[in-house]
């Protein structure tokens, strides 16, 4: 184990802890509540639940060192990855969402900015003469005006048109924020609600000032020349497609969906819209973790999963059993990571602890659980608030209406080694 590594971790957060159960410790030196998780390239695409950057970093200088092989098999828009670019870790991350893999790409690809200058030109020349055949899909006239759909269609074919692949994909990016702004979605919100007032959005305009705003992100990111240049890999993969070998891994950081995509953070339905105007396919909500039906069984290793399953199942059955099958699909993912990671190496699974039927879900201790029957030992659990991570501040967590629950306010970091 690298005892250099942990001892120093804690040596940084011991005057501000709180001892709470399961192993969990509260400590406020992780919130950063003054320094939004959006800071930098991270305001490049919205993108719901990120990762706060400066938990990242110092998870990675704890417990990793230059050279290493970082993991994260749930990557959403590609925090890990930019931090282990700029840390000199080598990356590899999946996510089942071709949206947030292209972000990902994006806030880790440095372009310098008068090249981005001088390809948003040849878009706004090629946009005045570009013929485009009008984009089409399912309720494409519910959520956009005619003439929205025509000038989009236009700026998509002038975006295509950039043959540098890296480009290309940096004014996407731009398109994706530009359909959600040009759109009569509610673009405060994750889930697909339409506005009530909406007027015609000048689809041009938008875009260029989105691109203007990313370009200005990229270049002060990314002002200093890289020292180093690790190997980042991405990959628009569920986990259960990864191709991960034994043993291979150094340090996985990474933070699961905290329940299944229709009743929690609705990841499939924020993306839709962009998904179909890039021509993306969207399997977010069908593939996600607990999306598919399954019974209750006895063979998951947490006894408090079933516990807190039983006070579910007197209120409801069927929720008990959607709950069960995201706790199932959990645990095979883990068995996935458990299978990767070397010895004495270490993983950093950051999670959240939802409502059902007023029951809370306690996935730090039943995550640690499944780690432990796999041959890790739980180190600690940091407890940290997440004001600055984009979340709905209250959700129905019963469907009833007027009933109200706030979601989740604290965010589980659950460190393990493999023993």
Known sequence: ??????????????????????????DTSWDYRDIQAGSGVYGIHPYPAMFHFLVVRRLLNAFSAEGDLVLDPFMGSGVVA?????NNRNFVGYDINPLAVLIAKVRSTPIPASYLLEM????????????????????????????????????????REISDEDARDFFLVSFSETVRKASKAD??????????????????????????????????????????????????KNIFEADISEESVDLVITSPPYGDSRTTVAYGQFSRLSLYWLGLEERVDR????????????????????????????????????????YWDLFHSINILARAVKKNRFVCFVVGNRKVKGEELPTDKISADFFQSLGFKHLRTIVRAISNKRMPAENAPSNIKGERDFTMRQEYIVILVKE
């Open 1 to 26: 184990m690298r005892q250099a590594i942990f001892p120093f971790f804690y040596e940084e957060s011991e005057p501000q802890k709180e001892e709470l159960p399961y192993g969990r410790v509260r």
């Open 82 to 86: 930019v931090e282990c670019l700029i």
């Open 120 to 159: 948003l030109r040849f878009i706004e020349i090629n946009y005045e003469k570009v013929e485009a055949e009008e984009v089409d899909f399912p309720n494409i006239n519910y959520w956009f005006d005619k003439e929205v759909i025509s000038a989009l269609s236009k700026l998509r074919k002038s975006i």
């Open 187 to 236: 673009y405060n919100e994750f889930k697909l609600l339409r506005r009530k007032d909406v007027s015609n959005a000048n689809v041009l305009n938008i875009f260029k000032s989105i691109s203007l705003r990313n370009i200005g992100l990229l270049d002060g990111f990314y002002r200093e020349p890289l020292a180093h240049k690790p190997k980042i890999t991405l990959k628009s």
């Open 287 to 326: 593939e996600s973790l607990g999306s598919k039906a399954r019974d209750i069984t006895d063979d998951l290793p947490s006894p408090l999963l079933y516990e807190v399953l039983e006070r579910i199942k007197e209120k409801d059955q069927k929720r008990a059993r959607e709950v069960f099958a995201f």
